[in-house]
């Protein structure tokens, strides 16, 4: 069985909110290690990975490896109904047919329970070659969001060109043509660390739903290579992330 | 003929939006004692009664009872034209075909007249038994509001149980069960007083509507007794109250 | 060519909230003075009148007589993408094509460059006769933004009376009738000077459009006289206005 609390909900609250726009059934693996989901989004394009460490839990036990298969926007549901500093404790059985979540006020007061039917999901786990990458940027994560849905005004498409100068982002539509340039600094803080410049073209939809995580990390991680796919990681304090993989365009723009 | 003064408009924005989604139209009723509403709401399920003693008034003269016909939905497009710190006074002649509302700004600078046409609408004023119920309970009326919007989520139905240990709060549907349970207390200030138990499943949509009424008392009281219907009661300062009467369901839920 | 450089965004943002609305497209004709346009409103019924002199700018250089036919929605998507306090520089060669928008961030760790396609549009430019008036009025912005926003809840038409009693606003519509009295006065800060009393009626959802122009500026100028267009003058710091005219309506209200 498993029993995991998490002193403040809002940490849940937004895991949930950073998945449950890209994939809409996930089935979350618990072991002794902690927490882990990988899915494909509803279009099967990209693929996003969580991974939270059982330390991020201020009690966890879990003496069977479990597979919780959850409709993420039923649980997005639940976890509007709960105040961001409830405690929360996740609970199923072996073999179970549903979740329960327990929600509890400072000084017990108010109690919520919530029980969740679990789906019977397929699961097709992949195996994420872990390679280097020639690229490796760090900025703040609400700039990358704004900066992608800035570039979806113009294009569908958006173009990550990273070198040691910087990192450029562009599109170009009937609107017109849209360049953003970020610098290695301070004030913004932006870090790159380049061995070979790369310059890639992404389907903007997909970056844009990635940047739902942006509440769960101040920074934001892109790992780019030549014909790779990029990674997108937000980290989970010290205790994880969230990865999103998004193949790049095969047809280079004609910038 | 009717001139009565409210120092504060707000005060009159909060009683209409109150009443303004649960009853389209509504007579209300002036006489020396002050002021009375009371309706079936627009489906002629539950019913609403205000009451509003002439001392809330800064100034009320009403030397013959007189009877308004009033559009809420018009009179609260007119309240959203006024300051909520402006003086209104409310005006009708005897056998009034229409109602004036003055609102005044501090100083005079700005003042402004609203006239709106009073409808004919048929009264049919029913008697309702002061009864003594069984189980009474005071909240915050903020969480009873949140209460009723998370239990509509998981059914049309929300089942109010109410002992000498606590109320709970129940759905049930498609999405999973839901339960919330307060026990007295000092943080959250619940008091619950309880000579039988009962437990009385009720339509969540009309609670729902109950809950417009919110921003007129920090706190909102429950009368429940088996087999009658809910009292939930909006108290207007020391000067009336807002009253909602919803009839329990019939098919007890199958908790 | 020009060249003009703006040190925050906000301005150029505000001024083209305030058009966009009103005008779809428009021609920017840009001398040594500074930017001037004009056009009649999409329906072509008010005309509106911007004059930007280039005192205005942190830089200004137009050395030959350049005319922009821009699309005012485009432009502002353009704008949503810049920070308010991003310095911004305009760019367009003789005969241009496209105008360069380039934004800078304080200390130019982000630049992002905007490339627009501009339009080839018919000009007309109209002489605009500058009679006296005979009221003038200037009052909050804010306040009349909000007046012709309430009066249009009675009557798309709303009529303005100005004596040296005050200003009057009104309308008359089948929710009832509406009457907004100023006094000239020091709280509000309304300033009346009448050499003959006017009476006229305007749409209601011209003034409405006109209104986008209130962040622009804290008090708005209206100039009337019998028979001639409503002059509304939001005023741009000491380097300019927006200015709309609208002519009253022929038929006058039954008050």
């Known amino acids: 069985m498993l029993e995991a609390r998490l002193s403040q909900t809002l940490l849940l609250k937004k895991i949930v909110d950073a998945l449950k726009e890209i994939i809409a059934q996930g089935t979350l693996d618990c072991s002794d ?7 494909m989004d509803n279009s099967h394009v990209s ?6 460490a059982s330390d991020c839990f201020e009690k966890f036990h879990c003496d069977r490896n479990v597979s919780l298969g959850l409709d993420l926007k039923s649980l997005g549901k639940v976890l509007k109904c709960a105040n961001s500093d409830d405690a929360v404790t996740i609970k199923a ?7 329960t979540l327990s929600f509890e006020s400072d000084g017990k007061e108010r109690t919520a329970d919530y029980e969740l039917k679990l789906l019977n999901l397929d699961q097709d786990h ?18 990358f969001a704004r900066i992608c849905r800035d570039m979806s005004m113009f294009d569908e498409s958006l173009t990550i060109a990273c070198s040691s100068k910087g990192i450029r982002f562009s599109a170009k539509g009937d ?3 849209a360049n953003i340039q970020l610098n290695a600094g301070t004030a913004m803080d932006v870090s ?7 310059t890639q073209s992404f389907a903007g939809r997909y970056l844009n739903t990635f940047t ?4 769960l990390a101040d920074r934001v991680k892109l790992y780019l290579s030549e014909e790779r796919p990029l990674l997108v990681e937000y980290p989970i304090e010290d205790y994880g992330h969230i990865r999103y993989y998004l193949a790049p365009k095969v047809n280079e723009p004609d910038f």
């Open 33 to 39: 290690n902690g927490l882990e989901l990988q899915s």
């Open 212 to 215: 739902k995580a942006t509440p």
């Open 93 to 99: 059985v072996d073999r179970p047919e549903k979740i």
């Open 126 to 143: 992949m195996e994420i070659p872990k390679k280097d990458y020639t690229c490796y940027i760090q900025l703040p994560s609400s700039e």
């Open 47 to 52: 693929l996003v990975a969580l991974s939270l």
């Open 192 to 198: 790159i660390e380049v061995q070979e410049p790369v």
């Open 175 to 177: 609107l017109g043509t």
